[in-house]
């Protein structure tokens, strides 16, 4: 069965320090992979998606992934936060069967 | 392009009371999807469809849950009779293709 583990369920970080979301995944298939990102009482965003094709893949806002297949890993990274990145951050799996898969979530806090 | 909307945004009601939530997808979008999300975790999916037919309800209680997406389109989730354990944020979501767009949620609270 596929699954999806965040281990850091709150990771505080100060303003324009640089920090990483980790994910890990468990998957017998090929998959697709997502980030999405939750502010507060709203739905949830894409960040950015793996689908093929090159292992990094960068959002419009700063945020980097980096697919590694023999490690089973999507971390999410981004050099230099800001106040604005405080939201609750979700990986995701898709699979060939079209099953979607979250992780639990990180919860992002940027410090002043 | 409209997003994928949901009403009611906030819902109070008391155990044992009916509820229904409401999503309209994404125009073009032939996958629609509803997720429930308890606090402090990640969605977990109730149901898929695929145009009108529902293909992956396993993860529904069909002993009170039921949905319906008529034409292919619209959809909506029934609650009959509500639990305090239903208390949650239903999410909506649909896709052409591997990618979700969620709308922003039901929140529902059960006295």
């Known amino acids: 069965a596929q699954s999806v583990t965040q281990l850091d369920s709150q990771v505080p970080v100060f303003e324009e320090a640089p920090v990483e979301l980790r994910c890990n995944y468990s998957s017998s298939v090929s998959v697709y992979l997502f980030w999405y990102v939750q502010y507060p009482n709203q739905g949830l965003q894409l960040l950015l998606k793996y689908l093929s094709g090159s292992t990094l893949v960068e959002s419009i806002n700063g945020f980097e992934a980096e697919f590694n297949k023999s490690q089973t890993s999507f971390h999410l990274r981004k050099p230099s936060v800001h106040i604005s990145d405080t939201a609750e951050y979700f990986c995701?799996?898709?699979?060939?069967?079209?099953?979607?898969?979250f992780g639990p979530g990180t919860s992002l806090s940027v410090i002043p | 392009e409209a997003g994928v909307v949901q009403s009611p945004r906030y819902k109070i009601i008391e155990k044992k009371q009916p509820v229904a939530f409401w999503c309209n997808p994404i125009s073009g979008h032939n996958t629609l999807y509803w997720y429930r999300q308890n606090l402090g975790q990640g969605p977990e999916l109730l149901i898929r469809?695929?145009?009108?037919?529902?293909?992956?309800d396993s993860q529904l209680p069909k002993d009170r849950f039921s949905a319906e997406r008529l034409k292919g389109v619209d959809s909506t989730l029934k609650i009959q009779p509500a639990e305090l354990g239903d208390s949650a944020v239903y999410l909506c979501a649909s896709s052409f293709g591997e990618t979700q767009y969620f709308g922003p949620g039901t929140r529902l609270l059960v006295l």
């Open positions: 469809y695929e145009n009108e037919e529902a293909v992956d």
């Open positions: 995701a799996v898709r699979t060939s069967y079209d099953k979607v898969i």
